[in-house]
């Protein structure tokens, strides 16, 4: 894998009960998977099952969830009929073996450490299709902002796509002030 050069990259978000991949649930899973341009090959999204009564508990143990009672009253009521977690597995390794092959995906997005930990203890065939190298956008803001003192302002939605959309926009962002300042990206 070392020496495997990346063509594709693979975006995910994920929206959680918490924090902790030992004792929290995924919620809901958006994937995209792009070029190095950021043009998009396919998208997928996919809210998973869980019994209304284990979210809610979990949420409510979780004071982060207080601040988006939106999200939160619509995740307990989607996840009853969302798809079992074994099945959004299987599709995100199919996903990657349509457009990734034998070459391992790399995992794009934001603070994405914390989402490779879910799908480590989540999602272990998954976890076993992903290149041990990923792409954190959160990584570029911290040297964008200490080095540079560039901000990059982006909406609070806590949605998966949504949340992908924005850590593209985030990364096109940095690449084009680097554009501009006289470093050129292709």
Same mark, same amino acid.
Do not use: C
């Given at each position: 894998m070392k020496n495997t050069i990346p063509t594709k990259l693979f975006w995910v978000d994920l929206e959680m009960t918490g924090l902790d991949a030992s004792q929290d649930v995924i919620l809901e899973v958006a994937a995209e998977v792009t070029d190095f341009s950021f043009n998009?090959?396919?998208?997928?999204?996919?809210i998973v099952q869980h019994p209304a009564e284990l979210v809610l508990d979990r949420m409510q143990k979780n004071t982060w969830? %207080?601040?988006?009672?939106?999200?939160? &009253?619509? $995740?307990v009521r989607k996840t009853v009929d969302g798809k079992p977690s074994h099945v959004i597995e299987s599709e995100l390794v199919a996903l990657i073996? /349509?457009? $990734?092959?034998?070459?391992?995906?790399?995992?794009?997005?934001?603070s994405?450490?914390?989402d490779r930990a879910f799908i480590? %203890?989540?999602?272990?065939?998954? &976890?076993? /299709?992903?290149?041990?190298?990923?792409?954190?956008?959160?990584?570029?803001?911290? $040297?964008?902002q200490g080095a540079y003192g560039v901000e990059y302002e982006k909406k609070d939605v806590h949605r998966a796509f949504d &949340?992908?959309?924005?850590?593209?926009?985030?990364l096109n962002?940095?690449?084009e002030w680097f554009k501009t300042n006289g470093v050129v990206h292709e």
């Open positions: 998009t090959l396919e998208t997928y999204e996919a969830w %207080q601040n988006y009672p939106a999200n939160r &009253d619509e $995740f073996e /349509k457009h $990734f092959g034998d070459e391992p995906a790399v995992l794009a997005g934001n994405i450490h914390s480590r %203890q989540w999602w272990r065939a998954l &976890d076993l /299709k992903l290149h041990y190298r990923m792409l954190d956008v959160s990584a570029w803001k911290v $040297f964008m &949340d992908i959309q924005a850590s593209i926009a985030e962002y940095y690449l």
